[in-house]
Each structure stands twice: as structure tokens, then as C-alpha cells.
């Protein structure tokens, strides 16, 4: 049973002191979200973790193949692995807010199986072709994890056949869940794998308070991004209900990425509740309640076979929600 939390860096001081909190509350992994335009950069608060803290497994949730070419990335990633004494994981996506604040499409499946294939030889000190140049990490020699985040069909099986673990955002309830472990091992299945050589790690928005309705209304910002990251491109099969299909689209079109998780009464945080989707996310991509909602619900996640279950702290105050989880929802789950 394992847990990992994800920060957004706006200081790079308060981001030590939460990185050591999460610590010792009984965090195993410490992500941090790759948003140049948004947030303090990726790899110097990578680098700030790394020497906050002696246990914990750090890397990016999630950065992506346009911002950096995988030489740069393959260079980063392994010197933090070597700061932090060989505790780095690489979690690499198709891009969100990091790609959209420039202007950019997030990328293409194939490009994004290269940029990982690629990132992986460089990591093991190979010279590697990408885009048609030779590119190489002369002194890197580093199997991390490489993890991917993925929510549609194509992306759970590319996963399953590439990945050392998927970071699945595409939604906690049971149903969800089975749908999407079943993708991912389907994945394996066709790339010859052993069954289950995939770790998987689901992604929750996270808060907790002594009525479910306050935790949920701090976060409704985190949600909608839940939403518009999670349906991007298509719908079909992301198993969303007919009649959502129509306000879960105008969310992502009027979605503001510029205000990405920004906490306060941004537009992103009133557009849940204009569409009708407040309940519906809260559901589907959060723990979100009670300490006695937030265990029964992460329980049942590890139940459905996730391996690691990586919530995030954003909100009013991340401190709060890294304490509360760690004392009153991983604490009573291990010790149960």
C-alpha cells in the first residue's frame, strides 16, 4: 500500500518544508508538477526535494515531450536521481497545462512513445536516434521507473506495452477502475509481457474536511482540471455518461489554462457548478470528504488493484490536506 502526493511549486522554500511534512506523514512518493508558466521550474524543485528529504521517491507527475528534448530530460532526471541517492522516477504525459500556456498541442501518441523509448536508451548511457539525430547522455547510467500518465484507450495499452508504470487520471470509481486496469493489461498482453509488469498509480484531486461538502468545495478548480485533462480529444471510450457528454465539452472549451489549478474564485473553479459537474467529478476524480470517507474510498481503490494511489495538495492549504491524509487516512490504513 503505497501513497504519493503531488505539489505545485510557488515557493521553493515552502516546498522543502512540505516535502519533509509529507515525509513524515508517510508519503512514499513526492511528485511535482512540470507547468513552466505556471510554477517554480520542474528540476530545481526536484533538486529542492531531493535534499529535503532521505526516503521518499520524487520525480515529475507528469512533464512532456515538447518542452525539452530527451537528452535534456535524460540529463535532468538522472541528476536528480544521483542527488537523491537513486530515488528519482520519470513521469512523463502528452502535456497540459505546461504545452497549452505556450501555445502548443499537446503530443501525439507516437511521439510520445518515441520521446519514452528514446528517454530510456539515453538513461542507460546509449546513444539513441531521435527525429532523425543521434543524441546522447555519455555519463548517464540510470534505470529509473518511467511512468506515463494516461486516461484514453490507446494511451492505458501504449502504458501497459512501454511503460514501468501507468499514472492513470481516468477516474476512481469501480467500474473506471476495472475498465482501465483491464486496458492496461491488455497492453502488456500484446507487447508480451508478464502479466502484471506494470505498477499502476491512480491519480486523485484530495481533501479532507468534517463534512464532504466543504472538502469539495476548495477544490472545485482541481476538478474541472480533472475534467478537462482527463476527456481531452474524445470521449469515446472514457465511460462518460450520455448525458454529461454535452456539459463535459463546453467545460473543456471554455477550460482557462492559464488559471490551471490556481486556487480562489478563478472562472475554472465556477464551472463545475454552472454545468452540473461538481458531483459527478467529486465522484469520479477525488477523495474527497470525511477521514472516514477519504479511507473507505482510498481502501476500495487498492482493493480495485492499484499499486500506489498519488493524491494531490492543492488548495487553500496543502499543508492541512498532507497532514490530515497522513495521519487520519495512510496512518489508520497500514496500522488496520
Known sequence: MKFGVTMLP????????????????????????????????????????????????????????????PAVTAAAIASVNEL?????????????????NL??????????????????ELLNGAA???????AHVRWANAGLPIAMSAEGPCTLALAGAAADAAIIHTGLTPDV?????????E?????????NAVGVW?????????RRDDAIEEIKMALAASGHHAFRFTLEGKNVPEELREPVSILHR??????????????????TDELGLTDYFADRFAIAGTPEECRAKSRAIFNAGVDALLITAIGPDPERIIRRFGQEVIAPLRNG
Open 254 to 271: 471554455e477550460y482557462e489554462a492559464a488559471e490551471h489549478e490556481q486556487v480562489g474564485q478563478t472562472r475554472n473553479a465556477t464551472l
Open 187 to 195: 497492453g502488456e498482453r500484446a507487447a508480451g509481457r508478464e502479466a
Open 84 to 100: 537523491s541517492g537513486g530515488r528519482a522516477f520519470l513521469g512523463l504525459g502528452s502535456g497540459d497545462s505546461a504545452v497549452l
Open 103 to 120: 501555445g502548443l498541442r499537446p503530443a501525439r501518441l507516437a511521439e510520445l512513445h518515441h520521446y519514452l523509448q528514446t528517454v530510456r
Open 128 to 134: 539513441s536516434d531521435y527525429r532523425g539525430d543521434r
Open 10 to 69: 510557488d515557493s521553493l522554500e515552502v516546498l522543502a518544508s512540505r516535502a519533509r511534512l509529507a515525509e513524515d506523514m508517510g508519503f512514499d512518493y513526492v511528485g511535482i508538477g512540470d507547468s513552466q508558466s505556471l510554477f517554480r521550474e520542474l528540476y530545481v524543485s526536484l533538486s529542492v526535494v531531493a535534499m529535503s528529504t532521505g526516503r521518499v521517491m520524487l520525480g515529475p507527475t507528469v512533464s512532456n515531450p515538447l518542452t525539452r528534448h
Open 202 to 210: 491512480a491519480f486523485a484531486k484530495c481533501n479532507i474536511a468534517d
Open 177 to 185: 477502475l476495472d475498465d482501465t486496469l483491464a486496458r492496461i493489461r
